[in-house]
């Protein structure tokens, strides 16, 4: 940790994650296909002009050509991180074999192939057949994947649906990880904003991020959390204070180690009082990844408020 640096309130620490996070794309909807991307800037553009208005909303969204194919993408993606947590470079990769094999006609055999680019046939199979599942459900009951989507109200019920209808009400981190995928993709007006009454009110701020190890280190070594008044938050500060103060006695200091799961909770509550909890995951977990996982400080986009409480490791 470096001393006498100026002290920012963790309120403005927050604050400026949240704006890193708006300054930059979510990975997702970065490395969509090329073609979706240009469906994504027609929905927003239709949200926008008609967030007040439902029923103008779906008669212009209903226009959009392969929209479903879009969400079918997001589906498979959001299972697919159940088994394996996908980096921008593999996610890219398959964003191209998706466009490649897929692209207007979806096929079980399609998707097979596009998957087989990033993962083995055997989990392949598992996300093609999860898939496939999923798109009946909803199809059946909500006539088409896109109103199931826009006629979401509450977060919650929401994610209740996606952890229901694509993961068969399975628990766990990994599942888990894949449920806020879906659910952070279409309720915010960043992203790609279908459950545009969540999106475009209040109700996006209910949203609870997964907590990841990148947005914990971040959350944690930078001091976010530091006015949190909880027994985890407390616990935390005080063996910050003692690792600090052995440092400054010249001591031989051991790392402060943290495990994921006892501070997941913390982290939560830190996104949630950001204001702007899907700005605040996104932007935490791009200077975790980048930044932070490295020690890249004297380059990182909040390095001048950070409290740099570089000694935290979490496990």
């Known amino acids: 940790m470096e001393l006498n640096k100026p002290v920012a309130t963790a309120e403005e620490i927050r604050g400026r994650i949240v704006k890193h996070g708006a300054s930059i794309r979510d990975t997702v909807v970065e490395t969509l296909p090329h073609t979706y991307s240009m469906m994504v800037e027609q929905i927003r553009s239709i949200a926008s002009a008609y967030k007040n208005d439902l029923d103008t ?11 479903d194919l879009l969400i079918i993408y997001i589906i498979s993606l959001s299972i697919l991180n159940k088994y394996k947590n996908l980096t921008a470079t593999e996610l890219s990769t398959f964003s191209n074999a998706y466009e490649r094999y897929v692209y207007d006609v979806f096929s079980a055999s399609k998707l ?11 989990v392949a199979n598992e996300v093609v057949s999860g898939t496939i599942r999923a798109v009946n459900i909803i199809s059946n009951k909500y006539k088409s994947l896109n109103l199931w989507i826009i006629k979401q109200k509450k977060i919650l019920n929401f994610e209740k649906d996606i952890r229901k209808i694509i993961f068969r009400d399975e628990g766990g981190i990994r599942v ?3 449920v806020k995928l879906f659910l952070r993709t279409f309720i915010h007006e960043t992203n790609i904003p279908l459950a545009v009454r969540i999106a475009y009110t209040q109700e996006h701020r209910k949203y609870l991020l997964h907590g990841d190890i990148y947005t914990t ?30 440092q400054e006695r010249g001591g031989k ?22 204001g702007d909890p899907v700005l605040f995951e996104r932007g935490a977990y791009d200077i975790g990844i980048k930044y932070c996982k490295e020690l890249k400080c004297d380059v990182c986009p909040i390095r001048d408020v950070c409290k740099r409480y570089t000694f935290v490791r979490v496990k």
């Open 112 to 122: 097979r192939r596009a998957l087989e680019e990033v993962v083995d046939r055997e």
């Open 57 to 67: 909303f779906i008669a212009n969204i209903l226009n959009i050509k392969n929209l």
């Open 253 to 274: 200091c051991s790392d402060v180690v943290l495990r994921l799961g006892s501070i997941r909770g913390l982290v939560r509550y830190v996104g949630k009082v950001s």
């Open 176 to 178: 888990g990880r894949g």
């Open 217 to 246: 280190l971040v959350t944690i070594r930078s001091g976010a959390f530091e006015d949190v008044k909880s027994m985890t938050a407390e616990r935390v500060k005080a063996r910050i204070a003692k690792r600090i103060l052995c």
